[in-house]
């Protein structure tokens, strides 16, 4: 159950550090659903000042990343689900177009939600969340009865949150600028030229010269509003290229990784990457390529 939906019902942290909101990619579909704080939310070149109750919908594979201040509890609900999971369920109940908004708007912010539409939504979320836990409690013996009521009971309760995911996105409640300030439309565009040329020889200066600005101030408004230093931002953009050619492509050796990642050597990347991930590139590689192999034959 773990590997096909994941789920963090009000989870309110007081306190934390820049390292447990890091720039992260994964390869399912996500809801997002904010419920206080003072948080922006970074998704690949945009960037949201959330409100109580705003609704993000995600493709996961887009690196996103949480920047909550300090000044006040951050408290947020989070469902990541496999399409491998969701698909056949949908398909068998002939709504296969309750995806679209996952495919088509793949990260979407819904505001000013009906108020009786967000209690349901949370009480969906609560539900799904506890039928999750039962279910957890009862993977020693998948095929028991409970366990398939249980499942049943997640999958109904989600293709019922996905109705009202489906519906909102649909109405376009959600009309949200990308950008609030001078501060964040400068930052938008370090990210993009960023994601655009982080695979090549990138410095600050360069990147400032780039885009004709200041590098002390681009370095400065940067990290006020994304909490990330940009050589960070940068460094992770490689590191999720990286990954993504080592799970893949199985034949390209690390020094092929490396270079195509945008890292100036194979050393300082194997020393990266082992700092980062606390595996070596090859270990990692391995590891991925034997949980695909006992998920292709568990299909």
């Given amino acids: 159950m773990k590997e096909r939906i994941n789920v963090v019902y009000r989870k309110a942290d007081k306190q934390w550090s820049e390292s447990d909101f890091d720039y992260h990619s994964h390869d399912k579909f996500e809801i997002y659903y904010f419920h206080g704080g003072d948080c922006k939310y970074l998704i690949g070149d945009r960037i949201y000042q959330l409100q109580p109750d705003d609704i993000i919908?995600?493709?996961?594979?887009?690196?996103?990343?949480?920047?909550?201040?300090?000044?006040?509890?951050y408290e947020r609900s989070i469902i990541e689900f496999s399409?491998?999971?969701?698909?056949p369920i949908v398909n068998s109940l002939q709504?296969?177009?309750?995806?679209?908004?996952?495919y088509k708007l793949s990260n979407s912010l819904l505001r000013n939600v009906d108020k009786n539409i967000l209690i349901e939504i949370q009480e969906?979320?609560?539900?799904?969340?506890?039928q999750v836990s039962q279910?957890?409690?009862?993977?020693?013996?998948?095929?028991?009865?409970?366990?398939?009521?249980?499942?049943?009971?997640?999958?109904?309760?989600?293709?019922?949150l996905l109705f009202k995911i489906y519906e909102l996105s649909?109405?376009?409640?959600?009309?949200?600028?990308?950008?609030?300030?001078?501060?964040?439309?400068?930052?938008?565009?370090?990210?993009?030229w960023i994601d655009e040329y982080f695979t090549t020889d990138i410095s600050l200066s360069n990147l400032a010269d780039n885009l004709n600005i200041s590098k002390y101030y681009m370095s400065r408004?940067?990290?006020?509003?994304?909490?990330?230093?940009?050589?960070?931002?940068?460094?992770?953009?490689?590191?999720?290229?990286a990954k993504y050619l080592l799970e893949m492509y199985p034949?390209?050796?690390?020094l092929d990784v490396a270079i195509e990642s945008g890292f100036e050597s194979p050393s300082h990347f194997s020393r990266f990457f082992r700092q980062q991930v606390k595996m070596t590139p090859t270990e990692y590689r391995k590891r991925n390529n034997c949980a695909m192999s006992v998920k292709s034959n568990e299909k």
């Fill in 57 to 73: 919908i995600m493709n996961g594979l887009t690196l996103h990343r949480a920047n909550p201040e300090k000044t006040e509890p």
């Fill in 83 to 87: 399409q491998e999971w969701i698909r």
């Fill in 95 to 102: 709504v296969p177009d309750l995806l679209i908004p996952f």
């Fill in 124 to 130: 969906l979320i609560k539900q799904i969340s506890l």
């Fill in 135 to 160: 279910q957890s409690k009862l993977e020693t013996n998948m095929n028991s009865i409970n366990s398939r009521m249980v499942n049943g009971k997640v999958s109904t309760l989600f293709v019922q």
């Fill in 170 to 192: 649909q109405s376009k409640l959600s009309q949200v600028p990308l950008y609030e300030s001078e501060k964040e439309f400068h930052v938008e565009r370090v990210i993009n």
């Fill in 221 to 241: 408004i940067f990290k006020e509003v994304t909490g990330f230093t940009i050589m960070q931002y940068l460094m992770s953009c490689r590191m999720n290229r």
């Fill in 251 to 254: 034949n390209k050796t690390v």
